[in-house]
């Protein structure tokens, strides 16, 4: 019995990893078609002034809880946008540190009585401030609800039709917010486009604009690199094209306001509110039968610090599991729908079966089977070719991200950087994968148990 166990195990393990990888295989099939086109078409796109007088107005909005040493940067940054009209929109989420003390000091804010529509419910509004140096920046003080309460109020408030969501502690390009905005306007059915976010670790910033692109000398935020880069170029760049993309970053996505406030705005009762967002925006469009579109573009880009430490990793890696189980199974109705789409039929059960489940099949996978070779029920072979099979398949898609960004964008152009993430697109399957799995084991083990919901500390430099 203990021997058919072992076997069966060893089998499952192998399917599963074979599945996974050619899904990954296949999608980066897709990314490599979808980014070649891309580049293709972009030169169109990069005619001076082709697309400024008809650019619609955008608010970007910007939640900030304790973000005291970041948040003059990344405002500076939105400051420095390349694009027609825009507005600021800070909302101050009941920090207990010197954010609104030094957004006052900073932008030189004064009291201001607006009135705004109340259309998405939220915690109290203490104040709303403008800026006497900027009049486009405005800053919302708030009593604390969580981020996504703090983005409903945001969107309260912002006046323009489209709102782009902005992380406090993120730094965008100065052309990025224009490319994002585009597929607006190339096809009318769009109601989010998302950009692409990069670690900023080891980078060069003055005055919220990065003068010079570097790696880190530590090795946890030089592995999330290589992680970025696989996620967006590969994992979102394959789905966008059949329209079925399930996430787009919170740290950088532009949204229809008044599909937003249709589907009824974030949850605040979710974790991870940027994916299940847009599940949300899937299920309640296809069951209206409407046609639209969400997008992903390769190029905007917003660059954000990754943690360097174990402890705010665990944190991060385990917040975005449990958020994963929220999104999937409070929109389960999406799963094998052939009215869904893609979305039902492919990336709902790819995120189901390999996100969500991956971790646990992982692990238990490598216990089983290390105690199988141990007992000597496992042949060594079989063993190695276990191993070899969830090592190269790992290493390989990691090297071909970096060869598609090399062949494409070329954000790291000094030798030595794109050695370093070449080491750590081999090193991370050593213990980094299985210590990430471990992370959101933990993650499912909270959603499961419905603990309490909490985002964790996160350490940031703020350099």
């Known amino acids: 019995?203990?021997?058919?166990?072992?076997?069966?195990?060893?089998?499952?393990?192998?399917?599963?990893?074979?599945?996974?990888?050619?899904?990954?295989m296949l999608l980066n099939v897709a990314a490599i078609y979808s980014v070649s086109k891309y580049m293709d078409d972009k030169t169109l796109t990069t005619i001076p002034g082709i697309d400024s007088d008809i650019m619609p107005p955008v608010s970007l909005i910007v939640p900030a809880y304790n973000e005291q040493n970041t948040i003059t940067q990344s405002i500076y940054a939105l400051l420095q946008l390349e694009y027609p009209e825009y507005e600021i929109v800070v909302i101050n989420d009941g920090s207990s540190d010197e954010t609104l003390a030094t957004l006052k000091k900073d932008f030189k804010l004064v009291a201001f009585p607006e009135a705004y529509r109340k259309r998405l419910d939220t915690q109290k509004i203490e104040r709303i401030y403008v800026s006497k140096n900027y009049p486009t920046i405005r800053v919302i003080d708030k009593h604390n609800g969580g981020k996504s309460d703090a983005l409903n109020a945001g969107i309260?408030?912002?006046?323009?039709?489209?709102?782009?969501?902005?992380?406090?502690?993120?730094?965008?390009?100065?052309?990025?917010?224009?490319?994002?905005?585009?597929?607006?306007?190339?096809d009318s059915r769009t109601v989010?486009?998302?950009?692409?976010?990069?670690?900023?670790?080891?980078?060069?910033?003055?005055?919220?604009?990065?003068?010079?692109?570097?790696t880190p000398n530590k090795i946890i935020p030089l592995i999330q690199i290589v992680e970025y880069l696989r996620a967006f170029l590969f994992g979102r760049l394959g789905w966008s094209p059949l329209n079925a993309l399930l996430i787009v970053s919170g740290?950088?996505?532009?949204?229809?306001?008044?599909?937003?406030?249709?589907?009824?705005?974030?949850?605040?009762?979710?974790?991870g509110e940027d994916m299940e967002l847009i599940v949300r925006i899937h299920r309640k469009l296809r069951k209206a039968k409407k046609d639209y579109r969400i997008t992903f573009v390769p190029d905007p880009v917003c660059w954000t610090e990754a943690p360097e430490d174990?402890?705010?990793?665990?944190?991060?890696?385990?917040?975005?599991?449990?958020?994963?189980?929220?999104?999937?199974?409070?929109?389960?109705?999406?799963?094998?729908?052939?009215?869904?789409?893609?979305?039902?039929?492919?990336?709902?059960?790819?995120?189901?079966?390999?996100?969500?489940?991956?971790?646990?099949?992982?692990?238990?996978?490598?216990?089983?089977?290390?105690?199988?070779?141990?007992?000597?029920?496992?042949?060594?072979?079989?063993?190695?070719?276990?191993?070899?099979?969830?090592?190269?398949?790992?290493?390989?898609?990691?090297?071909?991200?970096?060869?598609?960004?090399?062949?494409?964008?070329?954000?790291?152009?000094?030798?030595s950087d794109l050695l370093r993430l070449f080491i750590a697109a081999i090193i991370e399957n050593f213990g980094y994968r299985q210590l990430n799995s471990v992370f959101r084991i933990i993650g499912f083990y909270q959603w499961f148990f419905n603990t309490k919901r909490s985002w964790g500390a996160m350490k940031r430099k703020g350099a």
């Open 310 to 415: 174990l402890s705010s990793l665990a944190n991060q890696r385990i917040r975005w599991q449990r958020g994963l189980c929220e999104s999937l199974f409070l929109n389960m109705s999406l799963f094998m729908n052939p009215r869904a789409g893609a979305v039902g039929m492919l990336a709902f059960p790819f995120m189901l079966f390999f996100e969500w489940a991956g971790p646990i099949i992982e692990i238990f996978g490598f216990i089983i089977i290390i105690i199988g070779y141990s007992m000597g029920m496992i042949d060594t072979n079989v063993f190695l070719l276990l191993l070899f099979v969830a090592t190269l398949f790992g290493m390989m898609l990691s090297i071909t991200a970096l060869l598609l960004e090399e062949m494409s964008f070329h954000m790291y152009q000094k030798p």
């Open 192 to 214: 989010v486009s998302g950009g692409t976010v990069r670690i900023i670790n080891g980078s060069t910033v003055e005055r919220g604009h990065i003068v010079e692109v570097s």
């Open 251 to 271: 740290a950088f996505g532009v949204f229809h306001k008044e599909t937003l406030i249709s589907v009824g705005g974030y949850k605040t009762n979710t974790i």
């Open 1 to 24: 019995m203990l021997v058919n166990l072992f076997e069966y195990t060893q089998w499952v393990f192998l399917l599963y990893f074979i599945g996974l990888n050619c899904s990954y």
């Open 156 to 186: 309260n408030i912002s006046r323009f039709p489209l709102v782009c969501i902005v992380d406090a502690d993120s730094i965008l390009q100065r052309e990025s917010l224009k490319r994002v905005v585009q597929p607006f306007l190339f």
